[in-house]
């Protein structure tokens, strides 16, 4: 069975994304899933007063039928006001199983058609999304790794891991280290220098440093178009 699934992952500043899950809820959408980060960029001041300034994000997962991928992303885009520097960006990844949603998981992928709203455009290049887990405290690492070799900034979600190269052990209880989790963005062309200046800066080889993958994205919006227009000088 060919399923039309998409996972729509939307980065936005603090406290929007109740107006964004509502947004897309009219669109279509069923419910949403909201975990909170931090985010660095381009166009935010990483210091306030000669100290770390922190930009707390809300990052909102939304499973959708593919044929509402436009009218959600609209909505999503509108509502957040994403394009807009320093208040975020989206974009949708495409699954091949999804559990847990009855009436989607049953779902044959039929034509997509356009429901509400006006259809978004895919960005005209490829992007891909570099995942990066690494121990607490080494996300700045990544972050400033990413950004030297060209990327706009980054998303750190924080959570823990365990590994064979980290079990540890107090008063016979196990401890499973903290980890910081970074997502950049980046278009496919920057990918190769950026995910080696990453591991230059972390060497993700060595056990129990971390690990980091890509994924293919469908559509990104939401981003700014001077940011783009940076990529392709």
Known sequence: ?????????????????????????????????ILYG?????????????LPATHEKDVVFIAIDGSLEDAVAEAVSR?????????????TLHLNKLLGVRHLSNRVNHVRAKKGGQAMQSSPEQFQLIVTIV????SEKVVAAAA???AEGGTILTGRGTGV????????????????????????????????????AIDLYAPGRGIAFLIDIEKVFGVNHSSLDRYHK
């Open 148 to 150: 030297k070799a060209g």
């Open 38 to 50: 931090e985010g660095i960029g381009r166009n935010e001041k990483p210091t306030f007063l000669g």
């Open 79 to 91: 509502v957040g006001k994403l394009g807009i520097p320093g208040y975020g960006l989206g974009f």
């Open 135 to 138: 121990n607490s405290g080494d």
């Open 1 to 33: 069975m060919n399923l039309n699934h998409r996972l729509m992952i939307a980065i936005v500043k603090r406290g929007h994304s109740r107006p964004v899950i509502a947004a897309a809820k009219e669109a279509g959408a069923d419910g949403a899933t």
């Open 165 to 200: 190269n980290e079990q540890r052990k107090f008063l016979n209880f196990t401890i499973e280290p903290e980890k910081d989790v970074v997502l950049t963005l980046v278009p496919e062309s920057y990918t190769e220098a950026i995910v080696e200046s990453i591991q230059n």
